[in-house]
């Protein structure tokens, strides 16, 4: 037989706060909390700082849910995103000869991965360029929210740097999945007639480079490495006007001072 | 909208309770909430039976904690003002207070009570969720009540500085 007064011990007390006994027990731990003032103000403690708790946060739960939230949306987005990873497979064949052109490199570990990282650019930037309503999660005239939600989301600086001066204007950015899972930012600008142009920036623990050159079809792209961080910048196939762009974003990206930070 | 995607959307309101308990900042809260969709849509086919709340509050839980890994190598931004709650009183002062007691904890202890205090789990439910004996769970109960109490009656101690 268990002896009435037999100890009652702190795991009980805890489950006796959180409902978590039997009935028995329950009016057992009850009796002992009426003759030992210790137990009955630490569980009255426990019970207050439940009630906190529930004060301060329960209320979320009645908040309306961001529409970013929406199950249907977000499963919409991903299905987009299993249908690119198809198209980047596809891409990796068709881009073969890109594959050679890397292979010159002696690119040893860096090779494969930096591969897979501007084929997510040149993907992103053409599933993005073309969207009329949609082509950004948030606006370029948004710019210090946009910088600032990138940097916290990615964990590195990301800087929107300013084209104004080669005639292109900031129409705002999105954040996509990098091809190591951490992340990618994709800042979007646009000329006078139109034409787009990307910035895509995710970590990269590829080696350093200059400038390099891509061309996909009727896509071109300038990438780099810096700082592991890789930048491609994508636009039309028209490399002059390819390169004065991403030579102005290389020297904004890479400049020691922070006269372009967000 | 199927059965499944129906149960999803309807852990949404609780998920955000939870996320928000968790990293006192909303904005990281509906990101975290937001990339706890996207896994469980992926990986809607290995789900089978059981609770799907449970399984969110698997993913939420694990994708805090890989994010708190990463801030944690490296040097973290957030300043600790000191001073700033003097002046307040009554239940924004509560407020502000559970939130720093909750910030003191570590994190495993601090996921455990607000799944059980907020959310309402079970320990069994708990235990499935941060994939430990039920031994631990209230161990952790135990040391998370322990610490706030210390907190809260106003033997605070130091916060962790950072610089």
């Known amino acids: ?262 | 909208m199927s059965a499944f995607r129906n149960s999803l959307q309807a852990a949404i309101p609780a998920l955000r309770r939870y996320a928000r308990a968790l990293t006192r900042d909303a904005e990281i809260a509906d990101d975290l909430v937001q990339d706890t969709l996207v896994r469980a849509l992926r990986s809607e086919h290995l789900f089978h039976e059981g609770d799907v709340r449970s399984w969110l509050y698997t993913i939420l839980t694990n994708l805090n904690r890989n994010r708190l890994r990463t801030l944690a190598r490296r040097p973290t931004l957030a300043p600790i003002e000191e001073g700033d709650a003097a002046g307040m009183t009554g239940p924004e002062a509560g407020a502000r207070d559970i939130e720093r007691a909750l910030s003191a904890l570590v994190e495993d202890q601090r996921a455990a009570l607000l799944l059980v205090v907020l959310e309402g789990l079970s320990y069994r439910e708990v235990a499935e969720v941060q994939g430990v004996p039920i031994g631990t769970v209230m161990s952790r109960l135990a040391r998370a009540r322990a610490q706030l109490r210390a907190y809260l009656d106003g033997e605070r101690p130091p916060l962790r500085r950072i610089k």
């Open chain 1, 1 to 262: 037989m268990v002896h009435r007064d037999a100890p009652i011990l702190e795991a009980e007390l805890h489950a006796y706060v959180d409902g978590e006994l039997p009935a028995d027990r329950r009016a057992a731990v009850r009796t002992w909390l009426t003759s030992h003032a210790d137990d009955a103000a630490r569980v009255a403690a426990w019970q207050a700082q439940a009630d906190l708790i529930n004060a301060r946060y329960a209320g979320v739960a009645q908040e309306p849910v961001p529409p970013r939230l929406d199950v249907d949306r977000l499963s919409r987005v991903d299905r987009r995103w299993s249908l690119l990873a198809v198209a980047a497979v596809v891409a990796a064949f068709v881009l073969g000869g890109v594959a050679g052109w890397f292979g010159r490199e002696t690119w040893a570990g860096g090779m494969s991965g930096m591969r897979v990282f501007t084929t997510d650019a040149i993907d992103a930037h053409k599933l993005y360029v073309v969207e009329v309503r949609h082509p950004v999660e948030v606006a370029g005239t948004e710019q210090a929210h946009l910088v600032q939600w990138l940097s916290k989301r990615l964990g590195y600086d990301v800087r929107a740097p300013d084209l104004g001066p080669i005639g292109l204007k900031l129409i705002g950015g999105r954040l996509l999945p990098g091809a190591s899972g951490a992340g990618a930012a994709l800042l979007m600008y646009e000329g006078p007639s139109g034409e787009r142009f990307t910035i895509y920036c995710a970590r990269s623990g590829a080696p350093e480079t200059a400038l390099r050159y891509q061309v996909a079809g009727s896509v071109a792209a300038f990438y780099w490495v810096d700082d592991n961080k890789g930048y491609v910048v994508s636009g039309p196939a028209d490399r002059d006007r390819l390169l004065k762009v991403a030579q102005s974003v290389y020297d904004q990206e890479t400049a020691p001072s922070d006269k372009n930070r967000g």
